[in-house]
């Protein structure tokens, strides 16, 4: 099996996955009532999958949750790592630095 993408897709996959079998459904029935393939629902579930705001949105509603549920506590630590890691504080102060310096 492959290994999920980021820590932050395996930490989601594991929150839908608890509350769906807290609440004995499969993977079949939350997909189709969230409109989802059920392939692609599976993925997610597993922790494989990325998937967008407006799935996010759908799944919580469909498991009876509030979509901050889903994402409280995650930090760019949990994402896969990217090439540029600048804040938009760190991109104004180089920016600042870079103007006081053509003065």
């Given amino acids: ?16 996955r608890e509350r769906r079998l807290a609440l004995s459904l499969n993977q079949e029935t939350v997909a189709h009532l969230a409109g989802l393939n059920v392939s692609n629902y599976a993925r997610i579930d597993r922790g494989h999958g990325n998937p ?8 919580a509603t469909v498991l009876g949750m509030e979509p901050s549920e889903l994402l409280v506590g995650f930090t760019t ?6 090439r540029d890691s600048y804040t938009a504080l760190d991109f104004r102060r180089e920016q600042e630095a870079h103007a006081g310096q053509h003065r």
């Fill in 1 to 16: 099996m492959p290994e999920p993408k980021s820590e932050a897709s395996r930490i989601l996959g594991g929150r839908l």
């Fill in 52 to 59: 967008t705001f407006h799935t996010l949105i759908r799944l």
């Fill in 77 to 82: 630590a949990d994402l896969p790592p990217t």
